[in-house]
């Protein structure tokens, strides 16, 4: 009888295991502060595979072509927000996009480019939550704008699934646990004074892992078509996000440090997540700020922190879900300066 218990037992925790996906959740959104770093890379060979669980990605061979950073700005601060009232988040880049962000989805609202603002008075969906393997979005969105005195309809759909778990490999480690979601959305922008009517279909693909809030790798493949014309064009793009914004880090004191210090992480031992605290003093140069684990052979097996930080004093949970019992290292560097502390993970 005891043996049947223990067989039983192990089977229900390996189907916990199993059954145990990662879940996004609004923690994701992006805030006033965050900058996403982007790395176009070669789409020779890269494939999304195939949907379903156990899945295994390996993108460590990528090639790097180019490279971005877009910034993350309260939509508050910038000079276009009149247009678009309903909006908390904007991304400054090329140009301002506008979305609204809430506890239950991410929606885009429209965009400031080039002394034109296209807004959405249908917004459409981008992501809702909490999403997660088989979670499906479905979404319809609508707006127009003005080019050249040509006023556009545009109309549209969205179609977001959790198709697939698994591995990710990437030149910055691996990642177990990784989510991939499927976006398959659709335009059709018409005009009112001329017959052209173009067809867009997005396919992308975007992988998530825990404790990252922005996806780490995505391929992305485009299909526009002018139909009045009947001209066709194909566009892939591949992106990897080498240093995702980790969820979670906050300042935790308003006074600026006057020393650059990690502490403990706490607690240590841990199982599977810590909170490692850490202060960057006011410097001349505004340095990059990095915080990485590493195996006991060296090995780099997280990036936790890779950006531009303000002088203050942060915290941050790491959670160490993807890696094995044993011995790491935490080391925080900005410029020259750099410190490493010991830590215990016991699964």
């Given at each position: 009888m005891k043996k049947i218990i223990l067989v039983l037992s192990l089977i229900l925790i390996s189907t916990i295991k199993i059954s145990s996906q990662l879940t996004l959740t609004s923690t994701?959104?992006?805030?006033h502060g965050d900058i996403q770093y982007r790395v176009d890379v070669d789409t020779a060979g890269i494939i999304p595979g195939n949907s379903g669980t156990n899945q295994t990605w390996n993108f460590t061979n990528i090639t790097k072509i180019d490279s971005s950073v877009t910034q993350w700005i309260s939509s508050f601060n910038t000079p276009y927000f009149n247009y678009f009232p309903a909006s908390k988040i904007?991304?400054?880049?090329?140009?301002?996009?506008?979305?609204?962000?809430?506890?239950?989805?991410?929606?885009?609202?429209g965009q400031y480019s080039h002394g034109t603002a296209f807004q959405y008075t249908n917004f459409q969906t981008i992501l809702s939550f909490p999403f997660t393997y088989n979670s499906v979005l479905n979404d319809t969105y609508e707006g127009t704008f003005i080019v050249d005195g040509d006023t556009i309809?545009?109309?549209?759909?969205?179609?977001?699934?959790?198709?697939?778990?698994?591995?990710?490999?990437?030149?910055?480690?691996?990642?177990?646990?990784?989510?991939?979601?499927?976006?398959?959305?659709?335009?059709?922008?018409?005009?009112?004074?001329?017959?052209?009517?173009?067809?867009?279909?997005y396919t992308v693909y975007d992988w998530y892992v825990p404790s990252k809030k922005f996806s780490v790798f995505s391929i992305v493949n485009i299909d526009i078509n002018f139909a009045s014309d009947n001209i066709s064009f194909f566009f892939?793009?591949?992106?990897?996000?080498p240093a995702s914004s980790p969820i979670g880090?906050?300042?935790?004191?308003?006074?600026i440090p006057t020393d650059f210090k990690l502490y403990q992480n706490y607690p240590n031992p841990f199982n599977p997540i810590?909170?490692?605290?850490?202060?960057?003093?006011?410097?001349?140069?505004?340095?990059?700020?990095?915080?990485?684990?590493?195996d006991m052979l060296g090995r780099e097996t997280a990036v936790i922190v890779n950006e531009h930080l303000k002088p203050g004093s942060?915290?941050?949970?790491?959670?160490?879900?993807?890696l094995s019992s044993g011995t790491y290292f935490i080391r925080l560097q900005t410029g020259k300066d750099f410190s490493i502390k010991k830590m215990m993970l016991i699964k």
């Open positions: 994701i959104t992006p805030r904007s991304t400054l880049d090329t140009c301002y996009s506008y979305y609204d962000t809430s506890a239950s989805k991410v929606e885009y609202i309809h545009r109309t549209g759909t969205v179609n977001v699934t959790g198709d697939a778990t698994g591995t990710i490999f990437l030149p910055s480690g691996s990642f177990s646990n990784a989510l991939r979601l499927k976006h398959i959305i659709t335009s059709r922008d018409s005009s009112f004074s001329s017959q052209y009517v173009i067809l867009t279909s892939k793009n591949c992106t990897y996000n880090i906050m300042p935790v004191s308003n006074s810590t909170k490692i605290s850490f202060d960057i003093p006011q410097t001349e140069n505004r340095e990059n700020t990095k915080l990485a684990v590493y942060y915290e941050i949970e790491f959670n160490a879900q993807a």
